[in-house]
């Protein structure tokens, strides 16, 4: 079975610094990546994904993240954080129709 | 459109008592998952069904908890009897056919076993 690592379990930022999150996976046939947040108090929604094409994926808010098949990792970044971006950051791994999630990431973004 | 509701969005009950947590999916989902979040092992699939039969249920941790999908538009998952161990939040998602469809998740129950 397939599994998720993300490396940072709590990253602390100032307002305009660059984000980088990492994800790896495990997991050696054809895979769907995922990033999904969760603001406190709220439900998951979805950043962005992947399924194939260009490895480097834009989803919404200004967040990225590419897929680097080698190293088995689609790391999300984000050039300049906002307050707004304090939330938990997931990262999820389809293959066929069993998804799992990492453990997830808390941003905390200082104004 | 109506995301994936879920009810009830909070519960606190004895242990001992039985919990059913509700979901409604998005309209045309096909498949229908159940998650729960704990801060120590973060999110975990429990359970998920496809064309409301149970695909796969390994992730359901005992006996005492059960999932049903008696039609399209409605899932239960119930833990008899509840344990303080059981609190946590429970996610609701789902998703249309196709390989290239994202998972919507509902706002999840907070359930608290005291």
């Known amino acids: 079975a397939q599994s998720v690592s993300q490396h940072n379990h709590h990253v602390i930022l100032s307002e305009a610094a660059s984000l980088e999150l990492g994800c790896n996976y495990s997991y050696g046939g054809t895979v769907n990546l995922f990033w999904y947040v969760q603001y406190p108090g709220q439900h998951l929604q979805l950043l962005l994904k992947y399924f194939s094409g260009d490895p480097l994926v834009k989803g919404i808010k200004g967040f990225e993240a590419e897929f680097i098949k080698s190293k088995f990792s689609f790391n999300l970044r984000k050039p300049s954080v906002q307050w707004s971006d304090t939330a938990e950051y997931f990262c999820a791994v389809k293959a066929r129709n069993d998804m799992r999630f990492g453990a997830g990431t808390r941003l905390t973004v200082k104004p | 459109d109506a995301g994936v509701i879920q009810s009830p969005r909070h519960e606190v009950t004895e242990m001992g008592q039985e919990v059913t947590l509700r979901c409604k999916p998005i309209s045309g989902h096909d498949y229908l998952f159940w998650y729960r979040q704990t801060m120590m092992r973060g999110l975990e699939l429990l359970i998920y069904?496809?064309?409301?039969?149970?695909?796969?249920d390994s992730g359901m941790p005992e006996d005492r908890f059960s999932a049903k999908m008696p039609n399209a538009s409605f899932s239960t998952l119930k833990i008899q009897p509840s344990e303080p161990r059981d609190s946590a939040v429970y996610f609701c998602?789902?998703?249309?056919?196709?390989?290239?469809?994202?998972?919507?998740f509902g706002d999840g129950t907070r359930l608290s076993i005291l």
């Open positions: 069904f496809n064309n409301n039969v149970p695909i796969d």
């Open positions: 998602a789902s998703r249309g056919q196709g390989p290239n469809q994202p998972q919507h």
